[in-house]
């Protein structure tokens, strides 16, 4: 059966048709095989957010916005067609949000999902919409604080360096010049000296290294001397020391005895400790030897006879 060139046409035109139209509603985010829920909201106007942006919920791409209306009375607001795949439930209470996706710009749409065991937007709905601040609109406050106080620090300063200012800035520059040269003098000065007490030094540090390998090579002999030295010094402590202990409990013991005689009254020393007449007896007796030896002395002719040598 032969096709007529009529046919052929008719068909491409058809072909095209259809190809015209997928590829616009592909390119407004519309995708016709797939079944979707249509949904509007109202919310200011923001440049980043135009036809085919896509619509997220819960990290997932749901849908795509497919019309941008600017409203009747504020030209400062917009009304946004987006379409939700119809598998997603999305609550009564959801909220879809604008928000920057990078510090370098670029804006999206996010839907907040409410309980979706309660009532469910029904095709056609209108959800609340809210704007999110990103990264550089949250730090927009803080920068433009910075920038006040930098540009008053600037204008302080540049007011602080006059000409004066100037002057006392090079005297200061100059002195730290002289300071260097100073240093590098006393750097100079310092080196002369070390270099003419460096053979001094070198001697010195010979000697030390000579009398260090002395102590390393007797090493051996020294810890052996000090190892008998304290052998000997711990056995002449604890002989001396015994030897101590002992007479000193001899004589602690000797002692006793002596105090437990005299309590007892046993010899002269107990019994004059113990008899209290016998000891003024004895004072007495003392008393009047006492008094006989010094009539003694001032009258020996009274009592001792002293012949006369005849001539």
Known sequence: MKVSNETKVGALTVVAIVCLILGYNLLKGKNLFTPTHTFYTKMSYNPGIAVSTAIDLDGFKVGTVTDIQMTQGARSEVILEFTVNKKFK??????????????LGGNALKIYNGDINGPLCKNRDTLTARIELGMVESLAPTLAKIKE????????????FTKDAEKDLSAVISNLKDITENVKTLTVQTNEVVAKERVKIDATLNNAESITANIKSNNEDITASIKNLKKSTDQ??????????????????????????????????????????LYESLLSTAANLDAILKELQKNPGK?????????
């Open 236 to 277: 002449l402590a604890q002989a001396d020391l015994k030897k101590t202990i002992e007479e000193a409990q001899k004589t602690i013991d000797e002692l006793k005895k002596l105090i437990a005689s005299i309590n007892g009254g046993q010899g002269t020393l107990g019994m004059l400790a113990t008899d209290k007449k």
């Open 149 to 160: 106080s930098l540009t008053s620090f600037l204008s302080k300063l540049d007011s602080t």
């Open 90 to 103: 999305i609550s009564k209470d959801a909220v879809i949000a604008s928000f920057s996706t990078g510090i």
């Open 303 to 311: 009592y001792v006879p002293f012949k006369k040598n005849k001539k």
